[in-house]
């Protein structure tokens, strides 16, 4: 049997698979109350089954995966929110297909994030992407903001009996959402009684006790040189400008390419290498890589 016959095969077995599933995705910047709204987001939707920050929770429930709260860093609370682990994420693909879900929801910093989220848990890209300024309001993504940045705080969909269990080291507080079918929330308080009511533990993540780890744009522009370098010593770079914000790092390149060069492919393919491997190694996200032609030499 032929290569190309084995992935068409493959293919095949993965569209029929979850040609029923319905893929939802909210995003938005970090520290936005993503996490605080998906619970509410997901109960409007019909959604039984949530990823977030590398956790697969089901009816209030962690049944899977690994919080990025837990982690002692940040660049490894990204690998873990991302599935950078094999075995983490086939376990949770696995636990996807045996429970058949009908409908999922992603969470993620970006629409980017969300589908690479997709992709490495065997799933199809998201139909329905919903950003957090959509189901939000200012003031209320400003107060999560704060909340994050001053105080350190961050939240996780599922009770607080869920996080004491699993995580006892990182739980900080809860949080009872009112919910009203008639309009929005109608209360967030600490304690009280309602039919509709969900419940979602504030955590403080054991990188956010110990700081935040960053990259210089030194230090990347050196790694994006040597990446370029590395996938073809013909191109010259002339000059890399870095961008930087809370959903990740935006680099553009204007380098000189040898005349001859598949320049659609190429471009592409180098813009590839230098996400995967900056991405591999720092644990970062890049959020873009934008490559400028200068000029064609001889």
Do not use: W
């Not at 009203?180 to 929330?185: A, F």
């Amino acid at each position: 049997m032929t290569s190309a016959r084995i992935i068409l095969m493959e293919l095949s077995d993965l569209l029929n698979r979850f040609k029923n599933i319905q893929v939802y995705a909210l995003v938005g910047e970090s520290g936005t109350g993503k996490s605080f709204k998906a619970k509410l987001l997901a109960q409007k939707y019909g959604i039984s089954a949530i990823i977030d920050d590398g956790l697969l929770i089901v009816d209030d429930k962690i049944i899977g995966g690994k919080s990025a709260k837990s982690e002692k860093t940040y660049m490894g609370a990204v690998r873990v929110a991302v599935f950078d682990d094999k075995e983490r994420r086939d376990e949770i693909a696995l636990k996807i297909r045996q429970n058949k879900f009908k409908k999922i929801l992603l969470i993620g910093t970006s629409e980017k994030m969300a589908v690479k989220i997709a992709t490495r848990l065997q799933l199809p890209p998201p139909q329905n992407i919903i950003k957090i300024e959509d189901i939000a309001t200012r003031e209320e993504i400003d107060k999560a903001i704060r909340s994050r940045q001053i105080e350190g705080k961050h939240v996780i969909p599922v009770p607080a009996i869920e996080i004491k269990r699993n995580y006892p080291k990182i739980f900080y507080d809860s949080l009872k959402v009112f919910f009203s079918k008639s309009g929005p929330v109608s209360k967030i308080l600490r304690k009280g009684s309602g039919k509709e009511v969900f419940e979602k533990s504030v955590v403080t993540p054991e990188f956010s006790k110990k700081g935040r780890v960053s990259i210089s744009e030194a230090a990347l522009t050196q790694m994006t040189m040597h990446c370029v370098g590395e996938f073809d010593s013909n191109i010259r770079v002339r000059k890399i400008t870095i961008k930087t914000n809370s959903r990740g790092y935006r680099i553009t390149i204007t380098v000189d390419v040898p005349f001859g060069k598949q320049l659609t492919g190429e471009v592409y393919k180098l813009q590839q290498y230098i996400i995967e491997n900056i991405e591999k190694f720092t644990g970062i996200l890049i959020e873009e890589v934008s490559i400028i032609i200068d000029k064609i030499t001889k």
